[in-house]
């Protein structure tokens, strides 16, 4: 759970570990058409996830990978903990059965038995996934549990994943351009992105699913901590939600990190900006990019809210950061 970090960081850690004297073609698996990292997920677990039982109360995140989704769990948690009044007892008793039960910080992560033990978590839960909806258990959407849906601009999350898969041992390491090939075609952990986003968009219009872009979290974090303490009745004051902001900044996080994520801290959080896509993309890539979008995301409620018009078109103005 979110909420044990010092779990999540030694989780992270074997990961890296395990990672090191893993060959190329042995750090992913296919299941059901789409790859997974072979350290943190197995086709067992998948299995198992089929049957998994949601509650109502849970509190549910979704995100492709690198769309922002650590950054959003630490918010959630810090939302749901500020909301409730736990005490400090009851923060410790978390901690605690949070470690008992070794109840990884992904839904779909670590060994098949995790969901009998999430059975076992007393307090409301916090689930973040990677997952697309057809790949997600039937519970969720049958106990109309609440679903925030996490995007972010494909050129930023293609550039993010990118500097992530050659930092993690685990991961396969290559140059920009192979990467960005792989990433075009959804030959990366998870996917597609535009299979995801074009997915998830289906869903946009149910009640219990919200979406909100990490662009708008970037310029207005208050005010998008308001739109998703609304959505899950999570019952702050303004002084708290100024508090729980300047609790969860990039800088705040980047300082922590390494408790938060062990030695992977510095690669999940590297930059935290808007518009590092102008980095690396070529012109061809560029217009590869907005052709893609244009196809598959453009004129669906997804699509418009990534604002890709302002935040991934070519132009002599500085993007905001």
Same mark, same amino acid.
């Given at each position: 759970m979110s909420k044990n970090r010092q779990h999540a960081a030694e989780f992270l850690d074997k990961a890296l570990a395990d990672g090191v004297n893993m060959r190329e073609e042995e750090m992913h698996f296919s299941y059901n058409g789409v790859l997974?990292?072979?350290?943190?997920?197995?086709?067992?677990?998948?299995?198992?996830?089929?049957?998994?039982?949601?509650r109502k109360d849970d509190v549910i995140l979704v995100g492709y990978p690198k769309t922002g989704t650590n950054w959003l769990d630490h918010i959630l948690s810090t939302l749901e903990s500020t909301a409730a009044k736990?005490?400090?007892?009851?923060?410790?008793?978390?901690?605690?059965?949070?470690?008992?039960?070794?109840?990884?910080?992904?839904?779909?992560?670590g060994d098949p038995e995790i969901y009998e033990r999430m059975k076992k978590f007393p307090y409301r839960r916090i689930l973040?996934?990677?997952?697309?909806?057809?790949?997600?258990?039937?519970?969720?959407?049958?106990k109309k549990a609440k679903v925030l849906v996490l995007i972010r601009n494909p050129k930023d999350t293609a550039v993010s994943y990118f500097?992530?898969?050659?930092?993690?041992?685990?991961?396969?390491? $290559?140059?920009? =351009?192979? @990467? /960005?090939?792989?990433?075009?075609? %959804?030959?990366?952990?998870w996917g597609s992105y535009f299979d995801h986003v074009a997915e998830w968009d289906k869903y946009i219009n149910d009640e219990n699913i919200m979406a909100i872009s990490y662009e708008e979290l970037k310029e207005d974090l208050n005010l998008g901590l308001k739109k998703i303490a609304k959505?899950?009745?999570?019952?702050?004051?303004?002084e708290e939600i100024q508090n729980v902001a300047e609790k969860s900044s990039f800088k705040a996080m980047k300082e922590k990190s390494?408790?938060?994520?062990? $030695?992977?801290? =510095?690669? @999940? /959080?590297?930059?935290?900006?808007? %518009?590092?896509?102008?980095?690396?993309?070529s012109e061809a890539q560029n217009q590869e990019m907005d052709r893609r979008f244009e196809e598959r995301l453009a004129g669906t409620k997804l699509g418009a809210k990534i604002k890709y018009d302002i935040y991934c078109k070519v132009r002599g103005d500085k993007q905001p950061s």
């Open positions: 997974y990292p072979t350290v943190v997920c197995n086709p067992d677990t998948f299995k198992a996830l089929e049957s998994f039982e949601a736990y005490t400090e007892e009851e923060l410790k008793q978390q901690v605690a059965i949070g470690k008992e039960l070794a109840m990884a910080q992904r839904l779909e992560f973040i996934t990677h997952l697309h909806p057809q790949a997600l258990p039937t519970s969720i959407f049958k500097h992530f898969s050659n930092g993690m041992t685990c991961l396969p390491t $290559s140059t920009w =351009d192979q @990467f /960005f090939t792989k990433f075009m075609t %959804g030959k990366v952990g959505f899950f009745d999570f019952f702050l004051t303004e390494s408790e938060t994520h062990g $030695s992977a801290g =510095d690669i @999940f /959080f590297r930059r935290g900006t808007i %518009g590092d896509w102008r980095s690396l993309f």
